[in-house]
């Protein structure tokens, strides 16, 4: 198991290292100049401009601007934010509780629908029900979240006036971000669900499990959804990443100070080291979660095995 979560690593070495090559080229070559970006709308002079860009590294080429970066990198320092002077790790840390809070709280919303939602269309399949659920999978799979998000601040904030539009700090204000960002997941969840779960009923041992007597309920929670279980947990943890790049746009939306909305706030500025060492970070995330999500493979299935 060790052998593999260290091959697993190595194989992502590539992986990550292309992502940061990609956004390093991309902030590079997008119109904008950090340097003019800090001095602000002040009457800069060229010279002004020219010692900010050689205080921040900008004179450089670009390869040894890149390669400087990777080696501080490799020590354990991301730098620091070229329009705060804060230490960029220092800055993730303070916005990861924030995001988190956001992204758990949407995962627990989005598995309980559709999972809930994916069994009973699953369950009571060709009838009313079925269509129901289906069609509420298929409209959370067809809004994208920043229109669900301004859906849900007018007829929630708005209309009926139940929870506050923006903020966060009380409960209150975690609902309808968290439900904008699920109602989307959701979705493409039930639909897993509900696949997986009329293949597994179909299958030979949960005919027998019932022609022997078992009540429905432990035909359902141990014979099928165990079993049903595999592919929707690679759902799950795609789910997982989908949620985190989804606070980019909910947490814009509803004024929360997380990693996304910092992430928007470090490309409009182009604060190059804090946008890479972002962008790192989700990177490193998405890595550990699916290796994770082959681990949870091995207990839900005993007979998977990594050798």
Same mark, same amino acid.
């Given at each position: ?34 340097? @003019?970006v ?27 601007? =890149? ?22 790790d ?10 988190l ?53 007018l ?12 903020? @966060? ?35 030979? =041992? ?9 009540s ?11 079993n ?36 928007v ?10 946008v ?29 095995? =990594?050798?």
């Amino acid at each position: 198991m060790i052998r593999y979560i260290a091959n697993r690593l190595l194989q992502a070495i590539p992986t990550v290292i292309l992502v940061t090559i990609l956004v390093f080229l991309m902030l590079h070559f997008t119109p904008g100049d950090p340097a @003019q970006v800090f001095l602000g709308d002040r009457h800069s002079t060229p010279e002004q401009l020219e010692r900010v860009r050689a205080e921040m590294g900008l004179d450089r080429p670009l390869y040894e601007q =890149y390669l400087n970066y990777m080696s501080n990198v490799l020590h354990g320092d991301l730098g620091r934010s070229l329009i705060t002077n804060f230490p960029v790790d220092d800055t993730i840390l303070t916005r990861i509780p924030h995001t988190l809070e956001l992204t758990l709280a949407s995962m627990l919303i989005s598995t309980v629908l559709g999972v809930g939602l994916g069994m009973l269309a699953a369950l009571r399949h060709n009838t009313i029900i079925d269509t129901i659920a289906m069609a509420f999978a298929l409209l959370g799979i067809s809004v994208p979240v920043y229109w669900s998000s301004l859906l849900f601040i007018l007829l929630f904030s708005v209309k009926l006036g139940w929870f506050p539009p923006i903020g @966060q700090g009380s409960l209150d204000r975690l609902v309808l971000p968290a439900f904008a960002l699920a109602f989307v997941s959701a979705g493409a969840l039930a639909r897993m669900v509900r696949s997986s779960m009329l293949e597994v009923l179909n299958q030979d =041992y949960v005919i027998t499990a019932r022609s022997k007597g078992l009540s429905e309920r432990v035909v359902i929670f141990r014979h099928t959804l165990r079993n049903a279980l595999i592919p929707v947990v690679t759902i799950l943890g795609l789910t997982f990443g989908n949620l985190v790049g989804g606070a980019v746009l909910t947490e814009t939306i509803f004024a929360r100070l997380g990693i996304g909305r910092m992430y928007v706030q470090a490309v409009v500025e182009k604060d190059f080291t804090l946008v890479q060492g972002t962008t790192l970070f989700v990177a490193l995330s998405y890595v550990l979660i699916n290796i994770g999500i082959d681990l949870i493979y091995v207990f839900i299935d005993p007979r998977i095995k =990594y050798d």
